[in-house]
């Protein structure tokens, strides 16, 4: 709160707590949840102009288009892009079928590995600070095709922040049972096999690597170094002093968004997890990225799953077992 001429002005956030009333069964959550999304996916369809879609094939996306192609009399037009060169990253299958299921007007183009490089010196020419996310380029690449198309698409970022949708959620989880029995793992880390992304076996020994440096004693570090790309002391031996302090910086305000976390969900982990990344990962590197990378092409992407709504509704699922209809066979501890 704060006092200008004589006024008193009040600062508070645009979201209120609390959340909504916790769902008593499986069944509530489930017609509450259809609903909100509904009605989200039909404001975000609001538009003077056509609205597309991205469509990956991933849950998030599919659940958007399957619910904004009900919405509207003709068929949805969504777009994707294709790495035939990496398998492993190449989602175009999938967002083939969901379309196919739906009906939606699909269209994909094929990126090619000399495509993608010469597209990252277009995309870096539009950055005015650093930006570690490389799928910013996927985001670029798509954009670009979808606006030649439309003005306005849909996506379907955010899920994974409410709805527990990322693996380190998991791994967080993994880590606080492994850690007494950490000295049976610490060889693996040392295992001469190198991390290649672009294969599933290096992939593999990538998320295996990345589950042993969360075997930390302090929760905050686990959070931390599963949020991060790679190890802080790696990120910070590579950095110049003044960097190194920013990097300092960052991880103390993190810290405190941690803490406040903490403060509102003290006895379930799950959802102080996602608080946190809702405050923190998804406002500072996914809709950063997207709202960057949209708008090199004049592209409006607009987020459903991010509305108010569906926040308050999705923090006030649980996120362990305290609730009576929660499914056992799901619980990450």
Not at 274 to 288: E, F, K, T
Request: net charge neutral; charged share 30%.
């Amino acid at each position: 709160m704060g006092v200008r001429e004589g006024k008193v002005v009040e600062l508070r956030s645009y979201v209120e707590w609390p959340w909504e009333p916790a769902p008593s069964s499986i069944e509530e959550a489930v017609e509450r949840l259809e609903e909100t999304l509904k009605d989200s996916v039909r404001a975000h369809l609001i538009s003077d102009v056509p609205v597309g879609a991205f469509l990956s094939g991933g849950l998030d996306s599919s659940l958007v288009c399957a619910l904004a192609q009900r919405e509207l009399s003709g068929p949805l037009r969504t777009f994707t892009i294709a790495f035939p060169e990496w398998p492993t990253y190449d989602e175009a299958r999938y967002a083939r079928e969901v379309a196919g299921y739906l009906g939606t007007q699909h269209e994909e183009i094929p990126v090619t590995a000399r495509e993608a490089r010469k597209f990252l010196w277009e995309v870096l020419e539009h950055l005015d600070e650093p930006f570690a996310d490389s799928s910013l380029v996927n985001v670029g690449l798509i954009s670009k095709l979808a606006r030649r198309r439309v003005k306005v698409v849909l996506s379907g970022d955010g899920g994974d922040e409410f709805f527990a949708g990322y693996n380190k959620y998991q791994g967080l989880a993994l880590a606080e049972r492994f850690y007494p029995w950490r000295w049976l793992f610490a060889p693996v880390r040392f295992l001469p096999f190198p991390e290649r992304r672009g294969s599933r076996v290096g992939e593999r020994l990538r998320q295996v690597r990345k589950l042993l440096r969360l075997l930390h004693p302090e929760a905050f570090e686990r959070y931390l170094r599963a949020t991060m790309a790679t190890e802080p002391e790696t990120v910070g031996g590579l950095l110049r002093d003044d960097f190194s302090g920013r990097l300092s910086i960052c991880s103390k305000a993190l810290y405190r968004v941690w803490k406040e976390a903490k403060k509102r969900y003290p006895e379930d982990r799950v959802n102080a997890w996602l608080w946190a990344d809702a405050r923190w990962v998804l406002p500072y590197d996914m809709l950063h990225k997207v709202d960057t990378a949209s708008m090199r092409y004049s592209l409006e992407v607009r987020v459903p799953l991010v509305d108010v709504k569906v926040a308050q509704l999705a923090f006030s699922f649980p996120g362990g077992v305290e609730a009576s209809w929660y499914e056992p066979e799901v619980d990450l501890a």
